[in-house]
């Protein structure tokens, strides 16, 4: 399968796009102002400790100062990391390496901030929480740096893995890999769940990465202005290139020169083999439009997706889990009835899994298909599910078909679904999916007015509508109104108002003639 990254810069947004096969797969949007400051690392100045609190406001270069609980500190010696800090693996540095061991120890529980850290010192941190309204963002010591399979953690020897990974087997290896590769490093990590079942070179890789990566935010520390910003979180265009051209694609196609350049001087650092890889697009027409990618991305959008045979598939999004039905549609079939239901089936399968994955949906997701009779069909199905999402980066735990005919299936919910990521609620519905329907709304005018009439003193009143309800009340239910004014004794005038909400009504009183 031949897949390429598709990347469309524009100052207010970037899009990237996973193509496999002249198709679109994943979507990726990050818009300006929504960039999260999370996991930057900075060089700060203390400028003020609280034992009362057990806290300290730190200066990092933000507009609000950053605080930092004492239990996100580390008992460590800055100066002698600056002197000492090896990232080189010969045997001086790695002795050197040793004698600092104790600059990252953890605090002992009887200790206070004020014994840990002083007014004016330079510290290394990283935020753990953004800043919210007027409250500074919360900093910490422990450093962590994730890349795609693992976390490196320069400030621990751990070694977890991710408690997604269930098998044990699995467990095992995995532990078993890191602690091989990182036998002569004191630094810990923690296997994400991405990493199951993958090849211990690309871990190796990952962590030559990583180590690499915590070597320059040393040396950048050793020489920097304080407060500085050290190393920011990658903006999306490179972490399409750390996550998907490293790993699995083969081409990376952008349309911003500013950023291809940042492409190829990031490869430049980690892997310049991966240069010819990236091409500049200079075409006059959208790069999304010249590779078709707009229209998909549209259809991805709507509730109901039409499959090429007539059939389609609806997609309910729901507060605890999406519903996904299958329907025969317009197609009627060639021969039989359970032929027919089995074509539609199979054809719903893949575009399933391509919305799936392509909408990013996650969680619990429960699938309709038309009911088969034949167990052998319903076990075509079935296989044919599970092998549509083996091209899927998302964990994902798919059970048979059940007795009524639905199959059950869990997703890894990795970020926001694209739905909710370009859409808004409806105004009118505000999100439940529906609205009172103009029959009932003219029912529930009809109703209020009666109430309201008891009380009138006037000899008419004036119902203000939205322009739908009033062609209701002039056409399909014009006797409504007449009965009415017999009914109270009073005339009723009718002003259409596009102001007006759909089920939103208000009736005015006047003296008339």
Not at 5 to 13: C, G, L, T, Y
Not at 70 to 93: G, Q
Not at 449 to 478: C, I, K, Q
């Amino acid at each position: 399968m031949y897949k390429k990254i598709i990347i469309n810069v524009a100052d207010h947004e970037t899009r990237v796009a996973l193509v496999e096969d002249e198709t679109i797969a994943e979507l990726f949007i990050e818009r300006k102002g929504s960039r999260d400051n999370t996991g930057n690392i900075y060089k700060g100045r203390v400028q003020r400790v609280l034992p009362g609190m057990q806290a300290a406001f730190v200066d990092i270069g933000l507009n609000q100062a950053a605080f930092i609980y004492v239990d996100d500190v580390i008992r460590e010696n800055y100066k002698e990391i600056e002197e000492h800090f090896a990232c080189d693996e010969d045997e001086e540095n790695k002795a050197l390496q040793e004698e600092t061991q104790t600059a990252y120890q953890p605090r002992t529980e009887n200790e206070n901030i004020e014994d840990l850290i002083t007014e004016g010192q330079e510290v290394l941190v990283q935020i753990s929480k953004s800043p919210i309204g007027t409250k500074g963002a919360r900093i910490t010591s422990n450093i962590s740096l994730p890349g795609r399979f693992l976390v490196l953690m320069p400030t621990s020897s751990h070694i977890g893995i991710s408690r997604r990974i269930e098998d044990e087997t699995e467990r095992q290896r995995l532990k078993d890999i890191v602690a091989e590769l990182s036998s002569n490093s004191e630094m810990g990590y923690i296997v994400r769940t991405a990493a199951e079942g993958v090849q211990s070179e690309k871990i190796a890789y990952e962590m030559g990465f990583l180590k690499n990566l915590w070597c320059n935010i040393q040396k950048k520390y050793q020489t920097a202005a304080t407060p500085t910003l050290l190393h920011q979180e990658l903006n999306l265009s490179l972490r399409a290139v750390r996550d998907l051209l490293i790993q699995e694609a083969e081409k990376l196609v952008i349309d911003s020169n500013k950023d291809y350049e940042s492409v190829l001087a990031f490869l430049d650092t980690f892997n310049p083999s991966l240069k010819d890889s990236v091409d500049l697009y200079e075409g006059k027409e959208p790069i999304f439009d010249a590779y078709n990618l707009e229209g998909d991305i549209s259809r991805a959008l709507k509730r109901k997706v039409w499959l090429k045979s007539g059939g389609y598939v609806v997609i309910e999004h729901t507060e605890a889990l999406v519903a996904i039905d299958v329907n025969t549609g317009r197609y009627v079939g060639k021969h039989n009835l359970e032929e027919t239901i089995l074509k539609t089936n199979l054809e719903a399968v893949k575009e399933i899994a391509y919305q799936i994955r392509l909408r990013d949906i996650g969680g619990i997701i429960i699938i309709d298909f038309i009911d088969m009779e034949k167990k052998s069909n319903q076990e075509k199905v079935f296989s044919a599910l599970n092998e549509a999402f083996t091209k899927d980066r998302s964990k994902t735990h798919i059970l048979p078909i059940s007795e009524m005919g639905l199959i059950q299936m869990t997703r890894k919910r990795t970020r926001k679904p694209l739905t909710r990521l370009l859409c808004d609620p409806c105004p009118y519905c505000e999100g439940e999916g529906y609205i009172i329907s103009t029959k009932t709304i003219c029912y529930s005018i009809y109703r209020e007015v009666l109430r309201y009439a008891a009380d009138m003193t006037g000899s008419r009143l004036t119902l203000r509508v939205n322009p739908e309800v009033a062609e209701f009340l002039h056409g399909e239910e014009n006797r409504l109104v007449p009965n009415l004014e017999r009914k109270i004794g009073k005339q009723i005038v009718i002003y259409p108002d596009s102001r007006y909400h759909m089920e939103a009504f208000d009736i005015i009183e006047s003296l008339g003639k």
